[in-house]
């Protein structure tokens, strides 16, 4: 069932997930179809969730915004936000209370010291892997030891009785069911032209791939397939924390419902990383007794399909 409604005000807006937004021109969406936007959510009961670029909207559309309760995720250094985005770390900025940083694999590697620092003040971190389709079989050793590396701090951290929330790590020592997107399940995008999609990056990539728009309304095809009961891979899988992202889904093996192995290995080297940090927590003290991670030996559920 749908519960949000991600409205993009500008082609410029900061991106905060996997693909790249090739818009650097200016082109605000029309206060219309903002306001049809916003009509449409209170029918729907949705929450908003508004995405803004790096420059002050006229106050006419702030107006109109403010006229609805809504989240805001704004670029870092662009004003208050619930949710602010560094996209380019070399900029950084004053660490907010939730904050997503955008990297590259390689920028990954090697941001320890950036990641870590912002571990220690901020109450939540999502960090963003932007090429995370290159991550290969080859590249798990390293990035197991950034994450056990993160783990200490991590750590160090909750044993001051601190409790930062990191997707890499802490994510699935939190919950015992799968967390996903659900892009197009719990939530749909409205980007500056007017159109519905099912996510930010269906309408970077290809703007024709609309799902609908606020005249004629949503238009899913096969919606099913975005369920994860339709995924056949994914519905027996235990990396709760996982984006399961069906636009990466689709770039890498041309299927919403089925994952690429990039995606598969990199979601189970943090499980496996959770699970270690679980167990280091716990020689301290009591801690989620009732969570548990089991041990498992692969790192696809690709191999062991046959089991299901």
């Not at 403010?66 to 996209?87: L, T």
């Not at 079989?137 to 390293?142: I, P, R, S, V």
């Not at 996903?180 to 024709?208: D, M, R, W």
């Not at 069906?246 to 943090?270: D, F, G, M, Y």
Request: net charge negative; charged share 25%; hydrophobic share 35%.
């Amino acid at each position: 069932m749908m519960q949000y409604l991600i409205i993009l005000l500008d082609d410029t807006s900061v991106n905060y997930c996997h693909c790249d937004n090739p818009y650097n021109e200016r082109r605000l969406i029309n206060i219309d179809d903002l306001k049809a936007g916003i009509f449409y959510a209170m029918k729907e009961n949705l929450m908003i969730q508004f995405v803004y670029p790096d420059y002050e909207l006229p106050q006419e559309y702030i107006d109109v915004i403010d006229s609805i309760d809504h989240h805001d995720i704004k670029p870092i250094g662009c004003g208050e936000a619930d949710v602010y985005v560094i996209e380019d770390i070399k900029k950084g900025g004053m660490p907010q209370d939730v904050m997503i940083l955008r990297v590259t694999k390689s920028q990954l590697f090697e941001s320890f010291g950036l990641i870590s620092d912002l571990l220690r003040v901020v109450q939540r971190l999502n960090v963003v892997i932007t090429d995370l389709e290159t991550m290969t079989d080859g590249c798990l050793e390293q990035y197991n030891v950034l994450l056990d590396k993160l783990a200490v701090v991590v750590k160090e951290e909750y044993l001051k009785g601190r409790t930062p929330q990191f997707n890499m790590l802490t994510d699935r020592m939190m919950i015992d069911a799968p967390n996903h997107c659900n892009a197009g399940v719990e939530n749909i995008t409205i980007a500056p032209n007017g159109k519905f999609y099912l996510c930010q990056a269906f309408y970077y990539s290809n703007p024709a791939d609309s799902v609908g728009d606020l005249a004629s309304g949503l238009n899913i095809k096969n919606q099913q397939l975005l369920r994860l009961d339709h995924a056949p891979l994914c519905r027996h899988c235990d990396s709760y924390h996982c984006r399961r992202c069906i636009w990466l889904n689709r770039k890498t093996t041309l299927e919403v419902n089925t994952p690429s192995h990039e995606q598969c290995i990199v979601a189970h080297t943090e499980r496996n990383a959770a699970r270690r940090l679980l167990a280091s927590i716990r020689e301290e003290g009591q801690f989620l007794q009732e969570m548990n991670i089991p041990e498992i030996d692969y790192l696809d559920p690709f191999d062991v399909r046959k089991e299901w």
